[in-house]
């Protein structure tokens, strides 16, 4: 039971990354998946979550307009393209799946309680 995250890696600024959330021996479907990211020194911050179908989504201000969260629920996979990016954006990227039931607040680590293990995302000046 895991949520595998891929895709990171060294980039330059103004360059993409795409990342991808690949979960087994669990459902994302009927879910909440997110991502939050952590700085070296830093605590860890939401970045982007999609809601159970996908047609809904949140961003934090920082990434609005640059960063795309998208799902397939087919696939059990959740994916966060990233365009445009900046050495700010450097940092272990990882994705989560929400509990189940009332979820107050989407870009609270805590009601994500399946967490991956984490992706680099390097990105040089």
């Known amino acids: 039971v895991q949520l595998q995250a891929s895709g990171g890696g060294l980039v330059q600024a103004g360059g993409s990354l795409r990342l991808s959330c690949a979960a087994s021996g669990l459902t994302i479907s009927n879910y909440i998946m997110a991502w939050f990211r952590q700085a070296p020194g830093k605590e860890r911050e939401f970045v982007a979550a999609t809601w159970w179908s996908g047609t809904r989504t949140n961003y934090a201000d920082s990434v609005k307009g640059r960063f795309t969260v998208s799902r397939d629920n087919t696939k059990n996979t959740a994916s966060l393209q990233m365009n445009s990016l900046k050495p700010d954006d450097t940092a272990i990227y990882y994705c989560?799946?929400?509990?189940?039931?009332?979820?107050?607040?989407?870009?609270?680590?805590?009601?994500?309680?399946?967490w991956g293990q984490g992706t680099q995302v390097t990105v040089s000046s």
């Open positions: 989560a799946r929400s509990r189940s039931g009332y979820i107050p607040n989407v870009a609270s680590s805590g009601i994500y309680d399946k």
